[in-house]
């Protein structure tokens, strides 16, 4: 269930189309979105030429997904797309286990190198990148609107919902030998008619689905109500997306809050906000509400935190440590780089050089600024309270930022920098080996190393020891020891914990003088 259902209900109502055959008539050149994430396995064990790409005037951007998940609680999709490897990996290990042969390719699992390669590769090939560092699929429709691509090519519910200019399937997508580019073409503007929803109510009847922000798992009492009860026997997606639209469309109007009571009963109720702010996600995503996205949420916020956000020497320092990095120089965007940094500036720049704040503030899915306070549930009790170290310098994160929306650093360094955390999914691994122990904590020394590496815990403890033999005075704690603490949530989806909690997991000093990240980084001294 839940939002991807509408894919599957337009699956047979797709037509096939030859993308080369479409540039040919296209003039100026084909250019489309392509998110990367909806055809791994194709760009893993498929033909893919970038030549032929060019040859019949075919521009692609690809997008990773690089957004980190918000703490304190791992989004339900995560967990299930993890609970669904930690099957194909069992399945994959008892077949070659049993009879000694290649696995079917249903149970194919991205590799863990997968996403670095693919980005080296396609940059190699001089192919746009895009990695999105929020909420992957706004950033790439928003991509697809703001650069005026034709078209996107994908696999998720939510671009359906967004209606893009044209949408493909990425899964169908496919080079064949006979010079042409394959897939099908959903025909999403014909979508309230085939849903029988009027227009309006759209976004409404997604949002009833269930997604990242309203779970299928909250909506239970609400399916019941409609007659879907999934633990009796699975309900087709097809009858649920009839079922629910169904419901929408029969309400006495399009209002939002009259929705919310006919659902829960009571606009008190706590899941009645989450719905709201559902239906304002797809908005967000939809032409008209794009536009009113950007201007409400990007003007302000770079009007008041540009002064911070540019300062200029931050900025030669990234233009001298970038100058010879292989990259698209036509594909840096000002706006979306402001975009990045307005959770940034929040973060970081509004506490100057203080320890990090115990209130965090981010933005939320309709690109308002929202605060989250400290969890005992989740990795901020520990780390607000024994973590002591600065936040990362202003230059360090907004390089940071930069690299990572172009696809030159690994997206876990935007992580561990803004978030203190890190993702660490399922890999091709025995998870019932009591012997061995797992690749994620076999290698965790090292990633200790990086966290202390990126927040300069070696300068902090050398500065503060200094310091202390000169007699100069200190707010921090006695011990040298304690004097940069930083512990970063790492969540390891596996049998003991599937994802349930964080482990924190402490920066560890390496026993040799390390520079800072400055240095590292640009060169300079700080």
């Known amino acids: 269930m839940g939002i991807q259902d509408i894919q599957t209900f337009l699956e047979n109502e797709g037509v096939s189309v030859d993308l080369f055959r479409i540039a040919r008539n296209h003039p100026g050149g084909f250019r489309l979105v392509l998110d990367a994430e909806g055809c791994l396995d194709r760009l893993y064990g498929g033909y893919f030429s970038a030549q032929a790409l ?21 989004p339900q999709h995560w967990l299930q797309t993890q609970a669904t490897y930690r099957q194909r990996v069992n399945s994959v290990l008892r077949h070659i286990q049993s009879k000694g042969t290649p696995p079917p390719k249903v149970w194919w699992v991205p590799p863990t190198g997968l996403h670095s390669c693919l980005r080296t590769a396609l940059r190699y090939l001089n192919i746009q990148i895009m990695v999105s560092s929020d909420d992957h699929c706004q950033e790439v429709v928003g991509l ?16 359906l919902v967004f209606q893009p200019p044209k949408y493909y399937s990425s899964a169908q997508l496919k080079l064949t030998y006979r010079s042409s580019l394959e897939t099908k073409e959903y025909m999403v503007h014909e979508l309230p008619n085939l849903l029988e929803v009027p227009q309006d109510r759209l976004c409404l009847a997604a949002a009833l689905l269930g997604g990242t922000i309203l779970s299928e798992q909250s909506l239970t009492d609400f399916y019941k109500r409609l007659g879907i009860n999934q633990k009796k026997e699975p309900v ?42 559902a239906v304002q996600y797809y908005l967000n995503g939809t032409k008209d509400g ?31 440590a970038t100058a010879h990095a292989s990259m698209n120089a036509d594909f840096y965007m000002e ?22 704040p115990k209130q965090q503030v981010s933005l939320d899915k309709s690109g308002k ?22 936040a990362a310098p202003t230059e360090v994160l907004r390089t940071c930022a930069e690299r990572h929306t172009r696809g030159l650093m690994h997206p876990a360094m935007l992580s561990i920098l803004t978030h203190r955390q890190i993702t660490l999914g399922i890999v091709m691994e025995d998870d019932n080996h009591r012997e061995i122990p797992s690749i994620h904590h076999f290698f965790r020394p090292i990633r200790q190393n990086v966290y202390a590496i990126l927040y300069n815990m070696h300068h902090h403890r050398f500065m503060a020891q200094k310091a202390k033999e000169e007699g100069v005075p200190s707010t921090s704690s006695s011990s040298n020891e304690r004097v940069c603490t930083v512990h970063v949530a790492e969540w390891i989806y596996s049998r003991v914990n599937p994802g349930k909690s964080p482990e924190l997991v402490p920066g560890q000093v390496l026993d040799w003088p390390v520079p800072t990240v400055q240095r590292l980084w640009f060169g300079v001294l700080n």
């Open 144 to 159: 697809c609107r703001e650069k005026n691509y034709a078209g996107l090519v994908g696999g998720s519910g939510e671009y």
């Open 290 to 320: 794009f536009l009113k996205y950007r201007t409400a949420s990007g003007k302000e916020l770079h009007t008041k935190n540009s002064s911070k956000l540019l300062q200029q020497k931050g900025l030669e320092d990234y233009k001298l």
């Open 236 to 277: 087709p997606p097809e009858t649920v997306v009839k079922i629910v639209c169904q419901f929408v469309r029969g309400l006495p109007s399009s209002d939002v809050d009259a929705a919310c009571v006919e659902v829960f009963g009571d606009l008190n109720d706590l899941r009645a906000a989450k719905l709201k702010q």
């Open 335 to 356: 706006d979306r780089t402001v975009d990045i940094h307005r959770g940034l500036a929040a973060m970081s720049l509004e506490s100057g050089d203080s320890p990090a």
């Open 54 to 74: 060019a040859e019949h005037q075919v521009s692609l951007c690809v997008c990773f997904n690089g957004a980190h998940p918000t703490p304190p609680a791992m």
């Open 369 to 390: 600024q929202k605060s989250k306070k400290s969890s005992k549930e989740g990795r901020h009790a520990k780390s607000s309270s024994d973590d002591n170290c600065q």
